[in-house]
């Protein structure tokens, strides 16, 4: 797959096949992610792949967490504006209505949207969930850095036929995360990522956000053909 091909097959994926992946394919995953750039090479990633038992005690944990203690747990950065303005607006909430439709969630059903919000927390039923973190000293521009680096895995896994999904929903629960990771507290829970072979019976596997065209986010300057 060349990379304008798997830059439009990337998706969020939210429902996956019960099939595993092996070490070996997330390995040559990571070590191809591992060459994205970063300033003055830094390498400001530090990747922690939970597979098997470790895996269920994290989503279950942190699923206890998200039903009975959510008020306790908040994520240590702002990932989404504190005040929604257009046209961001509206391009969230076209995204989420997208979503729904395709879920069968109906607008109001806030128990459903409460279930399907669970979910992240199962990593979409994915065999493979990733886990973030960065040192908490470190500033922007290094988490500009670990966003190519995400973005390196997602498209590494498309052109390898894998599916993913990324989640800032894990970094509300940093502090149930961190103690079975042995995760040392110095160091911030970026995102979470969900890895496996998407389900193409899923009907929410067919959601495709609308995107802006070039000219609509690009202006030129200068002249030139």
Known sequence: ???????????????????????????????????????????????????GSTRERICREVRHAAVHERDLHKAPFDFYPTQWREPYLGRRRACGWGLYTRLGIAKGDHAAGAAQELRNFDFFDAPVGLLFFIDDDLPIGNWLDYGMFIQSIMLGAAARGLATCPQFSWAHFHRVVRPILGVAESRTLVCGMALGYADPAAPVNGYRPARLAVDEFTTWHGEGT
């Not at 970063?38 to 597979?51: D, F, R």
């Open 1 to 51: 797959m060349d990379v304008d091909t798997a830059l439009r097959a990337r998706i969020s994926t939210r429902a996956f096949l019960p099939r595993s992946v092996d070490r070996d394919t997330i390995a040559s995953l990571l070590d191809a992610a591992r060459f994205a750039p970063s300033g003055t090479n830094v390498q400001p990633w530090n990747a922690h792949v939970v597979l």
